[in-house]
Every structure is written in C-alpha cells, then in structure tokens.
C-alpha cells in the first residue's frame, strides 16, 4: 500500500468515525434526520476544510472529492437509524470522537509537512484539523466546546502532530507509525476520560471589599 492510499483510508476513516460521533451527539439532542446529517457533516469535515485552505489546497477535498461529503452524509444518516441499536450514547460519542481525534492529527499534520509548512506550522495545522470538527459539532448542539473545558483534548492532538513532525523528519513516516501516532492520540485522550486528567484552571477569588 502506497503512502497516498494509506492517507487517503486514514482520512475517509477520520471522516467516518468524525460524522459518528457528530451524528450521535446529535440523535442525543433529538435533532431531526436533516440536522443529524448536518452535524455530521459538520464534525467530519470542518477540521479538514480548514486544513486545506491553511495549505492552500483549494478547492478543499470536501467540495473537490465526493468520496469525503458521502462519506460523512451516509456515516451520519446511518447512525440516525440504528441509534436504538447504540447503547449509552455518550459513551459511543466519546469513543469515536477519541478516534477521529487521532486520526486527523496524523492526516492533517502530514498533509502540511507534504505542502511544504515547517514543523511548527506543521503541528498546528495538525492539531486545529483535529479539534476543528469537534468543534462545529459542539457548537451546533449547544455544548461548550471540549477543547474550551479542562480536559486533555488539544493538547493530546498537539502530542501527536510532534510524534508525526518528528517522524516525518526521521523518514519513518509510513503506515505502521502513523498508525502507531495515531493510536498514542486516541490512548492519551481515553487514559485522560478514564483518570479525569485536566489542564490546570484559574482560581477565581472574591473581590475584597472596601477597605480590605
């Protein structure tokens, strides 16, 4: 299997797992068919639109590849109608948006080290591909965005984006370690849910008052 095949499965695999967890997210919300689909579609591609437009790769695959908005469509009405068969939806929402989280790290980290993007630029691009959909999806169903709250969600896709950086530069970005960063993404993030690991937050104190 060539480097381009294996991206390209990577990618439809992050779009698929992406629009589930979009879709579930949404059946929870009790949205109708229509935005079920949206939502979906939505989480599955809105980290990777705006990959392509950082690297300047326009039209973006999702509007230039049909392959990605069926992809994401057919996923999302799919989970619409077998979600009776889906047993504790948050579970499930958690599960394979740790999934799509590391994924799209690998791919959209390796897309910008392809485009010619330094590291740096690299690891960021990679990092906001895989938070991006989660994003949208957590908007559009009225939640605070996961990468907004405590928990260990950017920074895990930022790990990631340096372990593919450095494998890129080592040449020994192939297959089985991009799966192998991809993998360390969805471990991290899981191990975070599972420990309840939290960034550190600002602790807020009373105003003193006249005269203190």
């Not at 579609?41 to 980290?47: K, N, Q, T």
């Not at 392509?52 to 994401?72: G, N, Q, S």
């Not at 906001?128 to 895990?156: H, M, N, Q, S």
Request: with cysteine; aromatic share 8%; net charge positive.
């Amino acid at each position: 299997m060539t480097t381009s095949t294996a991206l390209l499965l990577a990618d439809l695999t992050g779009v698929a797992v992406f629009a589930a967890s979009g879709a579930s997210a949404a059946v929870a919300k009790r949205l109708d068919l229509f935005g079920v689909v949206f939502v979906g579609f939505v989480a599955a591609l809105g980290g990777g639109i705006f990959r392509d437009l950082a690297i300047d790769e326009v039209p973006p695959l999702a509007f230039a590849d049909w392959r990605y908005p069926a992809t994401a469509a057919i996923t999302a009405a799919a989970v619409f109608w077998l979600h009776p068969q889906l047993a504790r939806l948050r579970t499930t929402v958690l599960v394979l948006d740790a999934a799509g989280l590391g994924l799209f790290t690998v791919t959209g980290t390796l897309k910008a080290l392809d485009a010619q993007v330094p590291a740096v630029g690299a690891c960021v691009i990679g990092m906001l591909t895989a938070i991006g959909g989660g994003l949208g999806r957590d908007l559009l169903t009225a939640e605070i965005p996961v990468v907004l709250r405590r928990e260990i969600y950017a920074v895990a896709a930022l790990v990631g984006s340096v372990v593919v950086a450095m494998l890129y530069a080592l040449g020994l970005a192939d297959a089985g370690w991009l799966i192998a960063a991809a993998v360390l993404v969805f471990g991290i993030r899981l191990v975070a849910l599972r420990r309840r690991w939290s960034a550190p937050v600002a602790t807020l104190r009373p105003p003193r008052g006249p005269g203190r």
